[in-house]
């Protein structure tokens, strides 16, 4: 994990921090803070605690700026490292998130390493398996109670995310779980299922 606060591993913290000061100062519209699904489940519980939510919008900072304008809310950001503060620009900033972390870090009097405790990543596995033909697994039956089944055994301590790459021949697996092995045992599960199911070539 980077040392920095808006390190690309750490950008959920900022994330967290952020919408926890502005739901505490009352600026954060609908009590919300928008994220994409990639984004770590450890943003949506450090939410919770603060009295807030997370709405999840598709990947890219586009699709952030889409689900904030169609619901009017004024802070969102994705993992990759994009943060958007409304109030002050439509798009996102590097600078402006900086000086926004300072002004934080001043108003709080608590130092960086500090801040960044606001949040607990859950462990996260990422895997990117080259296919033949990107099948509608949706139409697939027996994807779909497999797949239905295993997001039932994880419940609310994890979550599965399947998708194709728009750009390769890719299908991109993503798994969260509070424990490592079972992230781990869980992630060998769905890339059997996926498999099983499909042409697999690299």
């Known amino acids: 994990m980077d040392n920095a606060l808006f390190g690309r591993g750490c950008i959920n913290v900022a994330d967290a921090e952020f919408g926890r000061v502005l739901f505490e100062r009352g600026e954060l519209a609908g009590g919300a803070v928008v994220a994409t699904v990639m984004s770590n489940l450890g943003l949506d519980a450090a939410m919770q605690a603060a009295g807030g939510t997370v709405v999840r919008a598709g990947v890219g900072d586009r699709q952030v700026l889409q689900a904030m304008a169609e619901h009017g809310y004024v ?5 990759s490292g994009h943060i958007v503060l409304k109030q002050h620009l439509p798009t996102g900033d590097g600078l402006l998130a900086a ?10 009097g608590q130092p960086l390493s500090r801040a960044r405790r606001v949040m607990s990543l859950f462990p996260q596995l990422k895997k990117n ?27 609310k301590g994890g979550r599965m995310l399947v998708r194709y790459s728009g750009t390769e021949p890719k299908i991109r697996l993503l798994v969260e779980a509070a424990d490592g092995t079972l992230a781990s045992t869980f992630m060998n599960r769905l890339e059997q299922l996926v498999r099983t199911h499909l042409e697999v070539t690299g």
Do not use: H
């Not at 802070?75 to 993992?79: I, L, P, V, W």
């Not at 926004?100 to 108003?107: E, H, P, S, T, V």
């Not at 697994?137 to 055994?153: A, F, G, K, V």
């Open 75 to 79: 802070f969102g950001g994705e993992a």
């Open 129 to 155: 398996l080259k296919v033949r033909n990107k099948l509608d697994l949706d139409q697939i039956p027996s994807w779909q109670s497999e797949y239905l089944r295993m997001e039932t055994e994880l419940g």
């Open 99 to 108: 000086l926004a972390a300072l002004q934080i870090l001043l108003r709080t």
